[in-house]
Nanobody, 122 residues
Framework: QVQLVESGGGLVQAGGSLRLSCAASGGTFSRYAMGWSRQSPGKEREYVAAINWSGGGTNYADSVKGRFTISRDNAKSTVYLQMNSLKPEDTAVYYC???????????????WGQGTQVTVSS
């Protein structure tokens, strides 16, 4: 069983930056594909970014491409989401997820964190 704990959320002005972290425990972190998703009030959860087990492959939703960067440190069992040029529409609860290597392609994950709130003011 993998436990995921997100941190780094908060309130930021439009155009600002935040870095989210997700610390994993209870499994072999380097075996998992990792991803970030987000959910705004009244909306369905949407995919944001994914990274494969080695960190050599990354993928992004069109809405964040060029502004967000996903990375991982397998030695620290942590995945990051660097968010730059934030917009009010990026306001959401951001969730970290872990899954089998194929999750990088399917975007279907087995484990989820509790989420961290990101609020971008205009």
């Amino acid at each position: 069983q993998v436990q995921l704990v997100e941190s780094g959320g908060g309130l930021v002005q439009a155009g600002g930056s935040l870095r989210l972290s997700c610390a994993a425990s209870g499994g072999t972190f380097s075996r998992y594909a990792m991803g970030w998703s987000r959910q705004s009030p009244g909306k369905e959860r949407e995919y944001v970014a994914a990274i494969n087990w080695s960190g050599g492959g990354t993928n992004y939703a069109d809405s964040v491409k060029g502004r967000f960067t996903i990375s991982r440190d397998n030695a620290k069992s942590t995945v990051y989401l660097q968010m730059n040029s934030l917009k009010p529409e990026d306001t959401a609860v951001y969730y970290c997820a872990a899954g089998a290597p194929a999750s990088y392609y399917t975007r279907e994950y087995d484990y989820w964190g509790q989420g961290t709130q990101v609020t971008v003011s205009s």
